[in-house]
């Protein structure tokens, strides 16, 4: 029963290098999200998705790209990483967004950008 | 759009001590959720309670209870008799049922001393 699983865990990277942080849950949800934490901030959406193929942005999405094509996976890319974007990254998943479902989240991702 | 602040940035208290997590939201929809989350020093989020806008009864779990007040916006998080293993950093959240964009306080990080 591995839940919600984030990988890699962590990663370094240059500016300006493509990246992409990989999300997987095994509990058929239909609801996605990708948070970044950083200090003083808590935790801002930067996308969410609500099913296969539909995906919409959150708070902070400028710089990052998601796809959804399987329920199970929601990958999120960083075209062009600046250092602004390091950050620690959780994927959270839940049964259903809009009716105040709990979210589950990963164990997080710690991206540096160089 | 929706807020969450948590205005304790850290608290520090001796084990045995009576701690209260302060949370004040602001949203304009007569639906939504409030939550709180825990973030050990490992990292992960662990889900603690939810609560909708039309329960304020408040809830007590061991040595955890929450306020939950609408007529001040609050949401408060108090630990009774804590412990050093409640060292953590707790965020508050705000879900509107009309979107979904949960948004997270900057959180409060609580120290129990031995």
């Known amino acids: 029963d591995a839940g919600i699983t984030q990988s890699p865990r962590y990663k370094i990277t240059e500016t300006g290098r493509q990246v992409t942080l990989m999300c997987h849950q095994t509990?058929?949800?239909?609801?996605m999200f990708w948070y970044r934490q950083d200090l003083g901030h808590g935790l801002r959406l930067i996308y969410y998705?609500?099913?296969?193929?539909?995906?919409d942005k959150g708070e902070v999405p400028d710089g990052y790209v998601v796809s959804r094509s399987k329920t199970e996976n929601f990958p999120l890319t960083l075209e062009s990483a600046t250092r602004s974007q390091t950050s620690v990254y959780f994927c959270?998943?839940?049964?259903?967004?809009?009716?105040?479902?709990?979210?589950?989240f990963g164990p997080g991702t710690r991206l540096t950008v160089t | 759009a929706q807020k969450v602040t948590q205005a304790q940035t850290e608290i520090s208290v001796v084990e045995k001590e009576d701690v209260t997590l302060d949370c004040v939201y602001e949203t304009r929809d007569t639906t939504y959720y409030l939550f709180w989350y825990k973030q050990p020093p490992s990292g992960e989020l662990v889900f603690l309670i939810r609560?909708?806008?039309?329960?304020?009864q408040n809830e007590i779990s061991g040595r955890y209870s929450w306020n939950f007040q609408k007529s001040t916006s609050s949401f408060n998080f108090t630990i009774t008799a804590s412990q050093v293993v409640d060292s953590a950093v707790y965020f508050c959240a705000l879900s509107e049922a009309s979107n979904n964009d949960m948004r997270f306080g900057a959180g409060t990080r609580l120290t129990v001393k031995p």
């Open positions: 998705s609500a099913a296969a193929d539909i995906t």
């Open positions: 609560r909708n806008s039309f329960d304020e």
């Open positions: 509990w058929s949800h239909s609801y």
């Open positions: 959270a998943s839940s049964p259903n967004g809009r009716t105040g479902d709990e979210q589950y």
